[in-house]
């Protein structure tokens, strides 16, 4: 049987980080990562000449790409599908995270947003929820780890003073696109500040990089260059260039439960080789689950034994709750006048607001709008496919066209929401997920608030709000393992280690006690490097 | 992407197409120009077409079939009345020809297949700019450079 110092479950951006931070301390640590995807080809010119040709995204939900869930089942749809979906509000499984080499990573969007000062003191700001057990001044030096690492391009002055920072972006912002124009007056002039999406795409600095620059493609999903961040594209560059003998991936590799060797001590983990269908063991000096806000706690609970019933760190039953995601609202409009010529320059958004990502709002749901790219759903390639003659073109470009604003609204966890295992196996041959989750009884009225404010900046755009749909999806899950000071309130601590025993932690959105209203890609990777940090300390 | 020639001696030779195709294909693609009154350098987009085309015969090799199969479609049509006519039909389903069921469904195939998929690669190689912008989905805008200017079309006038 194998032995490792350091065993990590998820190859995504949290276990790209901490193995660099792990092993820039000690190159001969000996590092097992297991994933149970298989590699996703990335940087590939053919794939993405297939996408530009046909405009079939690669990596669409609907690509049929193994890395995703199937939908649920639908008898009335013929869906033999995966999955549970049990409670009165689906949250679609399919397209929102990425079982696969990189994680999630391989297919997110990039923005890269800090978590407010406020966002850490949820209980004590509103009665709700928990704090977290460190805040922004204690995690803003990982913070500036964390978009130095994802390569972000922002603007360092726009969140200054509340938002303070020690070090600048790495790259600076991409400056707003002409289509931000008609949003950015309507904003302004309705007093809501407005500020550059912090992205992760890799700009030009004097520091040298073997990482190629954004290229301003529009083609982000699969970016021909790998200039978004994806992990697998970081780890690989990282075992190619560095000396790391004890460093490995191993693909293909579904864990299937936790071993303990005693109540405060985990052992190892036991997983399948899904190309061979052997069951192998391998031990470690610590785990680190790092599969994502589903796997992760599916994990801790199928992980029983006469010393933990319930599944590892579940005697409270917090494993699975308090289950949470983005409810992202895509508000519809029609631009009713298109004298700028508007049309889809980039595939990524340069303007944004956190006007009413506020503490006015917290109790409330905090929200940002993101003016979309693109926002103004212009194609001169379905009109010409359709046969229309230059001139029919040209008299449509001054519109009207559709146009749309995108929100994301924070929730809080309720015990009630819960994901768990099914005993049948997804076509990865992972444990299906039971995903209880129902939307808290007031968001119907929050989602119809924010969209009078969406109105009222379509309006002074020219335009009218027409309708608008939420969608549930689970990209930003999170909460099924929140860390708690006290056992009883949650499932880990403060240094991510799970309550009760010594060497297992888990590291992922699930340790988040609540979202805010921004992604969460920046702060699960700061608390990677965190988590770093503390391990190489305490060795 | 652009060295078309960058080819380790022992590597398998890179999918071609017989000459009189790849031609056919290309003039199809430079039809793209007149038909919608492009005004870009068609001559500039040449050597990315030919890998255009390795690289979709690279990833379906039965692409050939398509390429092959259009080009005998346009001759077939163009010797019935001539060759503007033929793209006439291609492009924007003018049809002077009175086709049969079974080559009004070859059309769609080949349309579908090819020259769909040409005019997105020309609106990529930068045709876009016809109708005013500077970048568009698809086409290398380029890096965004400090203290230069984007490469794209900005806002005027929010705050910076």
Redesign the interface.
Known sequence: MKKVETLIIGSGVVAAALSKRLLEKNPNMSILILEAGSRWKTKD???W??W????NDPIAPNSGNPMYDHAYPDRNNYIWGENASVGQTQMPLEGGRAMVYGGSTVVWGGWSLRRKPEDFYLYTNTGQGLDWLFNYDELEPYYCQSEDYLAV?GDSKDELPVMWRSQPYP??A????????PV??AL?SLGYN?MHMPIA?R??SNIPSRHA???????CDYC?FGARFAACDYMDDFRQWNDLPNFDVRLGAVVLELRMSSKRRVAGVTYRDTASGEIVEVDADRVIVAAGTLESPKLLLRSKSRYWQNGVGNDTDNVGRYLITHPYVLYSGELAKNPL?L?????FPT?MTRYFDSPEEQAKGKYVLVNIS?SVELS??SM??A?W??KE??KA?PGPWPFQIHSMIEIFGEHKNHISNLERLSHLGMHQSRVDFTAPSTYNDRVAEVGNVVASVMEKMGGKMTSYMTSWRCDHAASTCRMSKDPKDGVVDGDLRVHGVDNLYVCSNAVFPNLGAINPTVTVTAIAFRLGDHLNSAA | ?YEAKIQHPLSPPLPTLPEKIEKAMWDLFVAIGPA??LDDDVESYRLRFHV?LQ??L??YPFYAAYYEAMANFIADLASQKNLKAAYDLI???NNPYDLEYSQELLLSVL?KHVS??F???R??CGS?RV????????????????DEP??????????P
């Open positions: 010119f053919g794939v000449t297939d530009v040709a046909t405009g391009s790259f600076h991409f400056p707003y696109q002409l289509q931000d124009q950015g007056e302004q407005y795409r700009g030009v620059q954004c290229q301003t493609t529009g083609t021909p010529r049309q889809p320059e980039m595939d303007l693109p001169y390639s010409m496919q046969g003659t230059r073109i040209d470009i | 992407m919608w009154e255009f690289n979709r690279a990833i492009f924007f389903g349309q769909f998929e005019i997105n690669f609106l990529a876009f109708w005013g912008a500077i970048n568009y989905i698809d086409y290398f805008g380029g890096a965004n450079l400090k984007a490469p794209y079309r900005t806002a005027k006038g929010l705050k």
